[in-house]
C-alpha cells in the first residue's frame, strides 16, 4: 500500500483565492482526519470522518473552511477565500476505527501551504 | 475542554545522554500513543499504551503509562543522531485523540 496521499505536496496562492487539498486514505480505512500544524498552535485536530461521515468538525477554524469526503477513498479540504494566517502544514491521517481502542493513526507527507 | 500537557517544549542533549518527555492529562485516558515527527516530515507512530502501569521498551526507548491513566513518559536511554525530531503524545478520550505539544529534542554539536 502507498500509504495516504496527499496533494499537492506545497501550495503558494495569494490571499483571497480558493485552495483545495487533496487526500486519499488508505484503502481499507473508515476514517480519515484532517489535522493542521503551525509552530505556534502545533498540531490542531480540523475534522473527522467515519464511513465518510463527518463525526466532529468542531476544530474548523471557520466557515472559509470546509471538507467532504465523497466516498470511502477521497476527501478534499476547501479554504476559500484563504488569508495569510492559513499558512501551516496541512495533514490527513487515516486509520481503521472499530468498537474498543483508536488504533494509529497513519499520516500522510503533509501539504505545506503558503498564504502570501 | 480535555487537555494534554506535555513538557518540555524542547530539549537539548549531548549524543550520549538521555531524553525524556512527559505528558499530563486533565482527565483519565482510555489509552495514549507515541509518534515521532523528523524534521520535515509527518508524525509516525511508535507505540499504545493501553493498561493501567503499563511499561513497554522498544530498542532504546521505554514507555510507561501512570497508574490512574492520566500520565505517560518516553525515556531515550543514550540518544543518538537519528533520534532528532519532536516526540508527540496522543491520549484517546471518548474515542477522540488529543495531541499534546510535542517535545523537541535537539542534539548539541
Known amino acids: 500500500d502507498a500509504g495516504v496521499i496527499q496533494s499537492p505536496r506545497h501550495e503558494v496562492t495569494e490571499m483571497g483565492q480558493e485552495v483545495t487539498l487533496r487526500c486519499k486514505p488508505i484503502s481499507g480505512h473508515n476514517s480519515l482526519f484532517w489535522y493542521r500544524q503551525t509552530m505556534m498552535r502545533g498540531l490542531e485536530l480540523l475534522i473527522y470522518?467515519?464511513?465518510?461521515?463527518?463525526?466532529?468538525d468542531s476544530g474548523m477554524p471557520e466557515d472559509r473552511f470546509s471538507a467532504k469526503m465523497p466516498n470511502a477513498s477521497f476527501s478534499t479540504l476547501k479554504i476559500q477565500p484563504s488569508e495569510p494566517r492559513d499558512s501551516a502544514v496541512y495533514f490527513c491521517?487515516?486509520?481503521?476505527?472499530?468498537?474498543?481502542?483508536?488504533?494509529?493513526?497513519?499520516f500522510g507527507q503533509g501539504t505545506r501551504l503558503t498564504v502570501v | 475542554g480535555q487537555q494534554v500537557m506535555q513538557i518540555p517544549q524542547y530539549q537539548h542533549v549531548q549524543e550520549g545522554e538521555d531524553f525524556t518527555t512527559y505528558c499530563n492529562s486533565s482527565t483519565t485516558l482510555s489509552n495514549i500513543q507515541w509518534y515521532k515527527q523528523r524534521p520535515g516530515g509527518h508524525p509516525v507512530f511508535l507505540i499504545q499504551?493501553?493498561?493501567s502501569g503499563e511499561v513497554k521498551k522498544q530498542k532504546r526507548l521505554t514507555f510507561q503509562f501512570g497508574e490512574a491513566k492520566k500520565n505517560s513518559s518516553l525515556h531515550i536511554t543514550a540518544t543518538q543522531t537519528t533520534d532528532v525530531g519532536t516526540y508527540f503524545c496522543?491520549?484517546?478520550?471518548?474515542?477522540?485523540?488529543?495531541w499534546g505539544a510535542g517535545t523537541k529534542l535537539i542534539i548539541k554539536p
Open positions: 470522518f467515519n464511513n465518510n461521515v463527518p463525526i466532529d
Open positions: 496522543a491520549g484517546e478520550s471518548n474515542y477522540q485523540l488529543i
Open positions: 499504551l493501553v493498561k
Open positions: 491521517a487515516s486509520s481503521w476505527l472499530q468498537g474498543g481502542v483508536v488504533p494509529e493513526a497513519f
